[in-house]
């Protein structure tokens, strides 16, 4: 799971570990208005992750 947060001009991405958050983490996320998102079912590498995370954001504000 990825969490997003967008304001203004800003995104801000966080992008867990393999094995996930840990509770206080998402407890700090969605205290910080981040909106978890799930790329697929599958648990990615942090690398594949961040790229992934990156086209879509792209593909969206260039289509919007």
Do not use: M
């Not at 910080?32 to 998102?37: E, S």
């Amino acid at each position: 799971i990825s969490y997003l947060n967008s304001s203004s001009r800003e995104i801000w991405i966080c992008i867990g570990p393999e094995g996930g958050f840990t509770d206080e983490e998402i407890w700090w996320a969605k205290q910080n208005r981040f909106i978890p998102v799930s790329l697929s079912p599958y648990i990615l590498r942090s690398e594949t992750a961040a790229v992934a995370v990156l086209s879509i954001v792209h593909a969206y504000y260039n289509c919007h």
